[in-house]
Nanobody, 125 residues
Framework: VQLQASGGGSVQNGDSLRLSCAAS????????VAWFRQAPGKEREFVAV???????SYRNNVKGRFTISRDNGESTVYLQMNSLKLEDTAVYYC????????????????????WGQGTLVTVSS
């Protein structure tokens, strides 16, 4: 599967953005899909994941602000980001995988076999 991330941009503190991750290839519904992000000088970190069942999990500091969702008919996963903060500034990557894994494993980049190219989100005051 190939992934194409889009929707990044420059916004102000408190604004909203919606990222999209469009997938090509069959059986998109059989993949779990996550968003990771990497800020300058920092390691890539988990943001949110949506499983095949559409169950979702988030890192603690985005809970209540970010929402991950999927549209299997459109082979797209979204990340709605509200109340953006300066510390949300990063390149956001979407990733997909199919190997059966415990939830804690899905928080790690190693669980994913396919990655999009990244989209930059810049939050300023």
């Amino acid at each position: 599967v190939q992934l194409q991330a889009s929707g990044g941009g420059s916004v102000q503190n408190g604004d909203s953005l919606r990222l999209s991750c469009a997938a090509s290839g069959p059986t998109f519904s059989s993949y779990f899909v996550a968003w990771f992000r990497q800020a300058p000088g920092k390691e890539r970190e988990f943001v949110a994941v949506i499983r095949r069942s559409s169950m979702t999990s988030y890192r603690n500091n985005v809970k209540g602000r970010f929402t991950i969702s999927r549209d299997n008919g459109e082979s797209t996963v979204y990340l709605q980001m509200n109340s953006l903060k300066l510390e949300d500034t990063a390149v956001y990557y979407c990733a997909a995988g199919r190997r059966n894994s415990a939830l804690s494993v899905l928080f790690q980049p190693e669980a994913y076999d396919y990655w999009g190219q990244g989209t930059l989100v810049t939050v300023s005051s």
